[in-house]
């Protein structure tokens, strides 16, 4: 059953160009890792505030990637420009009119 994580990083005045270089950097970590959408946006209402939603083979794939050396180096890159406001939810597909 596929995964999904959708939220909201704050991030310090001025570095939200920043935190979006970091976390749109080409990974191919992710794909393997079994990431099957991760997308990352801004919005000028929000000008502190970074967007990011993932959808994932499952829960357990997403768990699993968070150990991964690159994800571990993004993460370290991009905390000190974090303002430390997160939100959020996480949930479980249950279906789509788009497929079958």
């Known amino acids: 059953m596929t995964f999904v994580n959708v939220g909201t990083l704050g ?7 920043e935190v979006v270089a970091i976390l749109t950097r080409r990974s191919t ?3 393997s890792a ?4 991760y997308e990352v946006g801004v ?4 000008p502190d505030t ?7 083979e499952s829960a ?5 990637s968070l150990q991964l050396a690159s994800v571990q180096a993004a ?11 997160m939100g959020g939810h996480r949930f479980e597909v249950v279906g789509s009119p788009l497929r079958d």
């Open 34 to 37: 079994g990431c099957l959408s």
């Open 50 to 56: 970074v967007f990011v939603s993932e959808l994932w």
């Open 11 to 17: 991030v310090k005045p001025g570095h939200r160009d």
């Open 75 to 85: 993460i370290k890159e991009a905390m000190p420009l974090l303002s430390g406001e």
């Open 43 to 46: 919005s000028g209402e929000q």
């Open 29 to 31: 970590d992710l794909d």
């Open 60 to 64: 357990e794939a997403h768990a699993l």
